[in-house]
């Protein structure tokens, strides 16, 4: 069924009524600024999936060893990257599927196979980094601070470092608390740890911020010798790497509020159409905002809104966060190697020596939401990703989709290639190879750098992705979700800078170290 605009002189007014009546139901979600922050949830999840590694290691491995010549990567990663996230929520918002559908209409499906494996590469090495991350946290606090807590041990002649026991319990307990209630709790469990993030960070700032005359190094780009690697980290890791922008789409899907709740609707109402992975047209995504009434219009809107909004808060906080830990480093650490075992440690002492000991539990504090929060948001996000792949790659993972456990059959928990069981051996493996390289590998700051860079190098072709599918799934005449001309403009410009970037740290990261004679 399809109807024209209420203000259609050619409306069937009676026909539209009846419309009408399928979407009473919809609430109007709360536009005040306590209710935006209640209703706020991807855009957190995308914050706090960034606030970690990137914000905690990076920076203060930036600070530490070149005090504020590397201020000028933030603003840079945070305001070239802005439109590869911007999009993917845009998406969502506008057409109730994730780009991973998005992505399923490209020729041969190129670009699903492309993340799925990039994403099976950033499960192990990727996690690798980000859970030593939080490991660290840990091994400083029982060993130093505590004074008992694990130690290296020796099982049947295979050594176990005591970073690799705090790994494992730190993924064990993660992957424990999503498998029992996959979204919903990561969204409180991102809300928990941010609002500690925060609280933590700025209290410890504010007993000494950097002084102003160092503010202009945001603004004078300067490359340090040796430096390459940790801009690579920067521009691939804040606020997040894009690769987290198809989480964040996904997630939004899984909140169903807005155009994601009222989907199935449209199509089961001939209002939109059903979207076919394996015969997939572009077109069939698209939602027409002009055929619904217009109450469900208004719903969309506002959920639309809400999301926006979530969005640019996370972006902000988590750009006054990266300043934040990368001024603390330059402060009071530089100059600092920042390496080893101890790194939180080596970070936590220094404030300690500085600030006072009970700046440290502050710190420490701060630093454990952080990391472990990226730990956590990843053991269900890219897991998430390779199960959204699957069921547009596969018929028989499409005939049994679905991640939400009140939704669940049966067929779904026993058969082995349903999109559940995909999402949690996923989970497994990104468990098992993440913590075998933490313990093959000791050196926890290397190694979150060279995941870092990682992300940027596979950024691109998403930025790219995210861009192209916005425009020509969205209608052009639907200016609500339509971006607008400084979007389009803007984002087009930031993925060519962003592309041009990253061939250049392409070329001194890996050609001149490896191939230059």
Not at 270 to 284: I, K, Q, T
Request: proline share 4%; charged share 15%.
């Amino acid at each position: 069924m399809s109807i024209e605009h209420p203000g259609s002189q050619d409306q069937d007014s009676e026909q539209y009524a009846e419309v009408e009546s399928r979407f009473s139901d919809l609430e109007m979600p709360d536009l005040t600024p306590r209710g935006l922050i209640g209703h706020f949830g991807p855009g957190i999840i995308l914050m706090m999936t960034g606030i970690g590694t990137s914000h905690l290691v990076t920076a203060p491995a930036a600070g530490g060893r070149f005090a504020y010549a590397l201020l000028w990567c933030i603003p840079v990663a945070y305001v070239f990257k802005y439109y590869g996230f911007e999009m993917a929520f845009r998406f969502t918002n506008a057409t109730g599927k994730s780009l991973i559908e998005a992505y399923s209409t490209a020729w041969k499906k190129w670009p699903l196979w492309y993340v799925l494996v990039t994403t099976l590469i950033q499960c192990a090495i990727g996690q690798a980094g980000r859970l030593i991350a939080a490991a660290a946290v840990l091994y400083y606090l029982f060993t130093e601070v505590v004074g008992w807590g694990f130690t290296d041990l020796n099982f049947f002649g295979l050594s176990i470092s005591a970073m690799t026991q705090y790994g494992l319990v730190l993924a064990l307990i993660s992957v424990a608390i999503i498998l029992r209630g996959s979204y919903a709790a990561v969204e409180v469990s991102a809300k928990l740890l941010a609002a500690i993030l925060v609280v933590s960070a700025l209290f410890v700032y504010i007993q000494a911020p950097a002084p102003l005359s160092e503010m202009g190094h945001f603004f004078l780009v300067e490359i340090p010798d040796g430096s390459w690697l940790v801009i690579a980290a920067f521009l691939g890791l804040l606020p997040t790497g894009i690769d987290v922008s198809l989480q964040a789409s996904e997630w939004g899907k899984a909140k169903k509020k807005g155009m994601s709740k009222i989907r199935d609707r449209l199509e089961d109402m001939g209002l939109a159409n059903r979207f076919d992975p394996f015969a997939p047209e572009s077109s069939d995504l698209t939602v027409h905002t002009s055929r619904l009434p217009s109450n469900a219009v208004e719903y969309c809107q506002s959920w639309f809104k809400i999301g926006t909004w979530d969005f640019r808060m996370g972006h902000v906080i988590s750009f006054g966060l990266a300043c934040i830990f990368l001024l603390l480093a330059a402060v009071w650490m530089y100059p600092s190697p920042v390496e080893g075992r101890a790194v939180m440690g080596e970070i936590a002492t220094i404030f300690t020596e500085s600030l006072g000991p009970g700046m440290m539990s502050v710190f420490m504090v701060g630093a454990f939401a952080a990391t472990f929060s990226t730990a956590f948001n990843y053991f269900d996000g890219w897991p998430r990703i390779v199960g959204a792949c699957c069921r547009n790659l596969f018929r028989g993972t499409a005939e049994l989709s679905g991640l939400d456990l009140d939704e669940l059959t049966d067929a779904h928990r026993k058969t082995f290639y349903s999109e559940y069981n995909i999402y949690r051996v996923t989970m497994i493996y990104s468990l098992i190879t993440s913590v075998a390289i933490i313990a093959g590998f000791d050196r926890p700051v290397f190694l979150v750098l060279v995941a870092s860079a990682l992300a940027a190098f596979v950024a691109p072709v998403i930025f790219f992705l995210n861009l192209y599918y916005c425009l020509i799934v969205i209608p052009k005449e639907d200016k609500a979700f339509y971006p607008s001309n400084f979007a389009r403009l803007f984002g087009w410009f930031s993925f060519i800078v962003f592309t041009v970037l990253t061939l250049i740290l392409i070329y001194w990261t890996i050609w001149v170290p490896n191939f230059a004679a």
